[in-house]
């Protein structure tokens, strides 16, 4: 069974700051990899995804995320922070076996919050 | 011009009622899925449909029975209504069924009960 790990259910940082959110998974198969971030009373939209390319993977408002297979981490980074990233980031794995529907299994979140 | 469309956004309703929850998507999509998302927040997926074919049905009540009329639609019915079943229902849709293929979510149903 595949699971994804969340480090940290709470991070702050200060505005212009580094971010990095952690996360690790267990899967027997390469997986496929998923940053998802959940705004106040929204649906959840898709930051970046690893499919098996390059293992340095941009996303949309700056994030980026390295998949590292040895230490089984997808964590996600955005080297300056800004108000508007404050909001609740979910890491999510999904089985690379295909026909069985993208079933994702999420981590428990990570709420991130920026100071001034 | 809303993607993936549930309504309705707030649902209060008494234990022991019968509701249903509509979910359109204009994606051309072929797969949708529901999920739930308690109050910790995590998220958990209860059912996926692709093209009205029912592909995953997690661990989940029989009251829930989800209802796919056609591949733009995926509405969620919920029977006898109980207390645990407050959450936020989230409705998604994903080009296809392959693990790689990103998942499109709604805005969520807020669904408490009293």
């Known amino acids: 069974a595949q699971s994804v790990t969340q480090l940290g259910s709470h991070v702050s940082v200060s505005e212009g700051a580094l971010v990095l959110l952690r996360c690790n998974y267990s899967s027997s198969v390469p997986p496929y990899l998923f940053w998802y971030v959940q705004y106040p009373n929204q649906g959840l939209q898709l930051l970046l995804k690893?499919?098996?390319?390059?293992?340095l993977v941009k996303g949309i408002n700056g994030f980026e995320a390295e998949f590292k297979k040895s230490e089984t981490s997808f964590h996600l980074t955005k080297p300056s922070a800004h108000m508007s990233d404050a909001a609740e980031y979910f890491c999510a794995v999904s089985d690379p076996k295909a026909g069985g529907g993208n079933k994702l299994t999420f981590g428990t979140g990570t709420q991130l919050k920026v100071e001034l | 011009d809303t993607a993936v469309s549930q309504t309705p956004k707030y649902l209060v309703t008494q234990m022991g009622n019968d509701k249903s929850i509509k979910c359109e998507q204009n994606l051309g999509h072929d797969t949708m899925y529901w999920y739930k998302q308690d109050s910790k927040k995590f998220l958990k997926i209860m059912f996926s449909?692709?093209?009205?074919?029912?592909?995953i049905n997690e661990t989940v009540p029989n009251r829930f029975s989800p209802k796919s009329p056609d591949k733009a639609h995926l509405n969620l019915h919920i029977n006898s209504l109980e207390l645990g079943d407050s959450a936020v229902y989230f409705c998604?849709?994903?080009?296809?069924?392959?693990?790689?293929?990103?998942?499109?979510f709604g805005q969520g149903t807020r669904l408490t009960v009293v």
């Open positions: 690893y499919t098996s390319a390059a293992t």
């Open positions: 998604a849709s994903s080009p296809g069924r392959r693990g790689n293929t990103e998942a499109f």
């Open positions: 449909y692709n093209n009205k074919e029912l592909i």
